[in-house]
């Protein structure tokens, strides 16, 4: 029930949120934003729900999906599906309905933590987005607060977006690419993608 989400988010009990599915992604992130801002780390993800009578509406199953960095077990280096499931739950993941993402700050990746002494320091981040389809906006998200945007190359279909971001007490930071309307070649409401962030811990803070 979607009443009972935030009590299992606070006892970790939420391997991944479903930013990107059959629903409205803006709508659903404010709600990610939410338990973020309250502490709780939770790793990006994406999913179709498998509904085949909506095909025709929102896309086939395989439009939405989640690309993980997965992490391999000590004692097999391979990349087993049980590592693809580890590296989910530690949020290595971006979650998107066609763009890809890339993103990393002072050298961590999505679901990596940056811890740094108190007071406030800048720190570098950096990113790309990859489209088939147009993409109008890429941008840089500080807890839920947009710090930085870039717009796409002419034909909308690649970005890079890099700078450096004032950061005074723990949180968390992600990059997002997202267009506000609909096209022919991506069956959703919109072309859509996000990575899980980057959690900062300042002080000895908790990140997110």
Known sequence: LSNALPVDAALDLVDYYEVVGFADPRTSANVWYRLMNCGVRIAAAGGTDAMANYA???????????????????DDPSPRHDAWLR??????????NGPLLGFEVAGMEPGDELRLDSGTQQIQYRGFMRSTV?????????????????????????????????IDSSGWLLLRAWSPTSNPLRFDLWP???????????GGGEGG
């Open 56 to 74: 025709s509406l929102r896309g086939p199953v395989g439009v939405n999906r989640t690309y993980v960095r997965p992490s391999p077990a000590d």
């Open 87 to 96: 590296g989910l739950k530690k949020g290595h993941s971006f979650a998107t």
């Open 134 to 166: 147009p993409v109008e906006h890429v941008e840089v998200v500080l807890n839920g607060v947009v710090v930085a945007s870039v717009t796409p190359d002419e034909k909308g279909l690649g970005a890079e977006i890099e700078g450096r971001v004032s």
């Open 192 to 202: 859509y993608a996000r990575t899980t962030p980057i959690w900062i811990s300042v």
